[in-house]
């Protein structure tokens, strides 16, 4: 009977239990976005530097989904978004105008806001204007805790942001094994009593 209501109770607590581990898409078509970006996305744990702002897609700046995108302000050379917890890669579709510049790099980072040690680079070349394209940034070692979007000044677009966060131990997860544990030990004292 014990035993029977610890699993219930073990199941009925991991259904309560939001998804974790899947990877997290940012369109900027939510309800709410506001013209600065900022901590709007703290929820999911994606944190946008002040000089990244919502921009309404055109003909020569395209969104990949929907009617918008994110793109830095004016002047600014590099956009950073910082990550609450680990995360194992780094992916978005880009768009840039810039014919007398070389590149859009997209780094990754140990540190929050571009901090800490350098992981992994991907880049396009700036004259794609129009066309929507993509970039991505992995970790191995599951590390990355912030990006930079780095040109020689603003010409560029981000839509459909995913990132990949590192499953960690929840507090929940702690407490189901200690659950299980416990109910374990209680079915062994109980065969152990009845065997007498
Ligand atoms: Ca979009």
């Not at 929820?43 to 919502?54: A, E, I, N, Q, S």
């Not at 131990?169 to 209680?186: E, H, K």
Request: hydrophobic content about 40%.
């Amino acid at each position: 009977m014990k035993r029977t209501l610890l699993l219930t109770v073990a199941a009925v607590i991991t259904v309560s239990l939001p998804a974790t581990g899947g990877p997290i898409m940012l369109t900027f078509e939510e309800p709410g976005v506001p013209d600065i970006i900022g901590d709007f996305y703290a929820p999911f744990g994606v944190y946008f530097d002040p000089v990244w702002r919502l921009t309404s897609a055109s003909g020569t700046w395209p969104s990949h989904s929907g009617r918008f995108t994110v793109s830095t302000i004016s002047g600014a050379s590099a956009g950073v978004i910082t990550f609450e917890g680990p995360v194992s890669s780094v992916s978005g579709w880009f768009t840039t105008s810039s014919p007398n510049r070389p590149a859009l790099y997209l780094e990754a980072y140990t540190g929050p806001a571009g901090t800490g040690m350098f992981i992994a680079l991907d880049w396009i070349d700036l004259r794609n204007e129009g066309v929507m394209v993509p970039m991505e940034v992995c970790s191995a070692a599951n590390d990355i805790m912030s990006v930079v979007l780095r040109d020689s000044g603003n010409g560029f677009t981000l839509d459909d942001l995913c990132v990949q966060p590192v499953p960690e131990p929840t507090t929940m997860s702690i407490l189901l094994a200690g659950i299980a544990c416990a109910g374990l030990r209680q079915c062994r004292i109980g065969v152990k009593g009845y065997r007498g």
